[in-house]
């Protein structure tokens, strides 16, 4: 049975760091593109960043940009995204996905983890 777990989250002040991990089970983790994902209420799910089956980072939204790092460490079946400099429009909740490698989109996601950034 395939797992993502995400944790890490919490409520921490405007300037704070948080560091999110997504443990994943019942898959080969290097053969699948993995992704962060987040969604705001009352906004639409978006892309935070993505990082590719060999650790290469794929995308790293420009709102995130120098604060947000996405790292992976297949042996201990992990994604990470260190996140710095949090900022109150970065409250919400923080999904990570992975997406087989030739698959178009990302197909198996965690149930999420709640990050709340207080002014």
């Known amino acids: 049975q395939v797992q993502l777990v995400e944790s890490g989250g919490g409520l921490v002040q405007t300037g704070d760091s948080l560091r999110l991990s997504c443990a994943v089970s019942?898959?080969?983790?290097?053969?699948?593109?993995m992704g962060w994902f987040r969604q705001a209420p009352g906004k639409e799910r978006e892309l935070v960043a993505a990082i590719d089956w060999n650790g290469i980072v794929t995308y790293l939204a420009d709102s995130v940009k120098g604060r947000f790092t996405i790292s992976r460490d297949n042996a201990k079946n992990t994604v990470y995204l260190q996140m710095n400099s949090l900022k109150p429009e970065d409250t919400a909740v923080y999904y990570c996905?992975?997406?087989?490698?030739?698959?178009?989109?990302?197909?198996?996601w965690g149930p999420g983890t709640q990050v709340t950034v207080s002014s």
């Open positions: 996905a992975a997406r087989f490698r030739a698959a178009p989109a990302y197909d198996l």
């Open positions: 019942g898959l080969t983790l290097s053969t699948y593109a």
